[in-house]
């Protein structure tokens, strides 16, 4: 079965740094492009980050360039958001988002984390 | 960014009825376009992908159809199991972008 499982949330003070990380398996971990995306409490979903399969490719929501890095570690099966200068609007539920598509056969699969939680105050 | 803009925010339907939500995008996403569903505690479940196809798993009562802006969601017969809140997704485009959701509840 294809699982992701996040860690690493907590409690943290504005400015504040977190390092999350997101452990997968059932899957072949290197074929897969990973996203991060996040839930503020009573809000709707925002993705965050990406990054390819072979980590050279990433991308940034606007509201965290420069402050959040994603990476991954394909030989340990995992990807990580480092998360600098944290704000009060980062308190959220942060998923971890696996995506694997095959051009040949159309199947997608997007596989979700429960999430692990973010909150950034005082 | 692509809005995507989800209809109703509320649903309140009985067990046993049709329910049928639609959502909106800004601008053609193609047939790149998802649904979920989301409990609380628990992970989203992927149901529909490339706006019609079920994911592994999902069963029958849940269709999707649409393309390019109009999109739309039916669960031909409620089951107890499916109350709980749905989002719409496209991923044809930077960023991804999802609707506000919509509250499928018990009547």
């Known amino acids: 079965e294809e699982q992701v499982v996040e860690s690493g949330g907590g409690l943290v003070q504005p400015g504040g740094s977190l390092r999350l990380s997101c452990a997968a398996s059932?899957?072949?971990?290197?074929?897969?492009?990973l996203n991060w995306v996040r839930q503020a409490p009573g809000k709707g979903l925002e993705w965050v980050s990406y990054?390819?399969?072979?980590?050279?490719?990433?991308y940034y929501v606007d509201s965290v360039k420069g402050r959040f890095t994603i990476s991954r570690d394909n030989a340990k099966n995992s990807l990580y958001l480092q998360m600098n200068s944290l704000r009060g609007e980062d308190t959220a539920v942060y998923y971890c988002?696996?995506?694997?598509?095959?051009?040949?056969?159309?199947?997608?699969?997007?596989?979700w984390g429960k999430g692990t939680t973010v909150t950034v105050s005082s | 960014e692509i809005v995507m803009t989800q209809s109703p925010a509320t649903l309140s339907v009985s067990p046993g009825e049709r329910a049928t939500l639609s959502c909106r995008a800004s601008q053609s996403v193609s047939s790149n376009f998802a649904w979920y569903q989301l409990k609380p505690g628990q992970a989203p479940r992927l149901l529909i992908y490339g706006a019609s196809t079920r994911a592994t798993g999902i069963p029958a009562r849940f269709s999707g159809s649409g393309s390019g802006t109009e999109f739309s969601l039916t669960i031909s017969s409620l089951q107890s199991e499916d109350f709980a809140v749905y989002y719409c997704q496209q991923y044809n485009s930077w960023p991804w972008t999802f609707g506000l959701g919509t509250k499928v509840e018990i009547k």
């Open positions: 059932g899957f072949t971990f290197s074929n897969y492009e």
């Open positions: 990054i390819s399969s072979s980590g050279s490719t990433i």
């Open positions: 988002v696996s995506k694997y598509y095959d051009f040949w056969s159309g199947y997608l699969s997007f596989v």
